[in-house]
């Protein structure tokens, strides 16, 4: 293995082996921390954790013992792949991680860059926008559990870390791999081993990762590791293997828990076409709506269906005040995953996930340990190909991400009937 990656939710981990394969990358996505070898042939592997809502120490522990097992295959750079909002709070895991890992790896400064065009996701003077307005006032304000309410990125990242946080700003970038290089050096001379880098189109991103050739770690959401598998190639060690090809066959079904703005038009655009059960978070919490009853529901239908607990920030404040942010999360999450595991276990081989907390609670109810990456459903997000005997395909979407379309798309892309 080459190059190593630890997310720190599965749909990042989704997006970001997307990108490496894309890349040119044999890749592997893992399903948390393993003991086995990776598979023979694999060029990067992704560790998904679910560490980015958990306190601290432990998305440390985690994720050093994830670095310490790519290590042990003979990753020679390591990526800490967030989310391109940079999902976190003020006491959040983004920080402490990257410094924990720059002092495993004994590197001297790492690269921070959430940004991701293709999404609108760009950073301009260390700010984070989404689309065409600034990260607090995107909708990200107003997350459940990780409200992001200010867009200078080296400010928040300033609250979580030891040390100043840098910046390479944009006019650097534009100035070649040679300034990119040099402008970390001066920042690293000044003692900042964690240094934002802007970047507004993709263009900025490769030179980014021609200029992190030989940074022993990288940090960032995937759109930082679009240059990286090319230093590999140039030298040679790549072998041209990267999509597996979507062989699942079966009913399929759509999860969604994730409560953004696109993924709240998402669901709207495929109901308008497909049947749907909304979960009402109240409901699941005095056990009004039961899986029994979500199962038999969904065994009724005659399309491919959508289940779903997304609604507005409104919609759900409200059992949140109500039970505890924290329990409606579990209650919403466990529910999900037992789900999956009965729709799964009687016949489904096609499911469709939106949410990255819920994406997390399905593929760790499933069991699966590995994914293979198949061809781009949309930007950040490939179809998945799990062998659990038989083929199971996954689409695993994060709340922000993917055209209003997504969900019919994924259905489609991820196997047959």
């Known amino acids: 293995m080459l ?19 894309k890349g040119g990358m044999a890749t592997t996505q893992f399903v948390g921390i393993t003991a086995d070898p990776a598979p023979f042939g694999c060029e990067a592997g992704v560790v998904a954790l679910k560490t980015r809502s ?77 689309g065409d307005g600034l990260l607090n006032e995107s909708g990200m304000e107003n997350h459940p559990l990780t409200p992001m309410t200010d867009p200078d990125i080296r400010r928040w990242l300033r609250l979580q ?27 690293q001379a000044q003692g900042r081993r964690l240094v934002v880098a802007d970047a507004v189109a993709d263009g900025d991103l490769l030179l980014l990762g021609q200029a992190l050739a030989d940074h022993r770690l990288v940090t960032g959401g995937s759109g930082i590791a679009m240059g990286l598998p090319e230093n590999f190639r140039k030298a040679g060690r790549l072998s041209r293997r990267a999509h597996a090809a979507a062989s699942a066959a079966g009913p399929a079904v759509v999860l969604c828990g994730s409560c953004s703005k ?62 505890g942010r924290a329990e409606v999360a579990e209650a919403v999450e466990g529910f999900f995953a037992t789900l999956v595991r009965r729709l799964v276990d009687g016949g489904v081989r096609r499911v469709v996930v939106g949410g990255g907390e819920t994406s997390g609670a399905v593929v760790e109810a499933l069991g699966v340990s590995s994914l293979q990456i198949g061809e781009e459903i949309d930007p950040g997000v490939p179809a998945l190909l799990a062998d659990r005997g038989d083929p199971l395909g996954l689409a695993l979407k994060s709340g922000n991400f993917g055209a209003n379309d997504f969900f019919e798309k994924a259905v489609q892309r991820i196997g047959t009937p």
């Open 54 to 130: 958990i306190a601290a120490e432990e998305a440390v522990r985690q994720s050093l013992e994830a670095a310490r097992w790519l290590l042990a295959q003979g990753c020679e750079q390591i990526v800490f792949k967030y989310c391109s909002t940079f999902d976190s709070t003020p006491k959040g895991n983004i920080g402490p991680v990257a410094e924990a890992l720059l002092d495993l790896l004994e590197a001297d400064v790492a690269v921070v860059c959430p940004a991701f065009p293709a999404t609108g996701r760009r950073l301009f003077m260390g700010h984070l926008f989404v």
């Open 161 to 187: 870390t030891r040390g100043e946080v840098g910046l390479v700003p944009l006019h650097t970038v534009r100035g070649g791999v040679s300034a990119i290089g040099q402008a970390f050096a001066e920042q």
């Open 3 to 21: 190059l190593g990656a630890i997310a720190d939710d599965f749909t990042g981990a989704s997006d970001l082996a997307n990108t490496l394969a």
């Open 262 to 323: 696109a993924s709240q038009a998402q669901v709207a655009a495929y109901l308008a076409a497909h049947p749907g059960l909304a979960l009402d978070p109240a409901a699941l919490m005095d056990k009004t709506m039961t899986v029994d009853r979500a199962a038999d529901w969904f065994w009724r239908q005659k399309q491919v269906p959508i289940i779903y607990s997304t609604a507005d920030a409104a919609a759900v404040s409200g059992a949140q005040a109500r039970y």
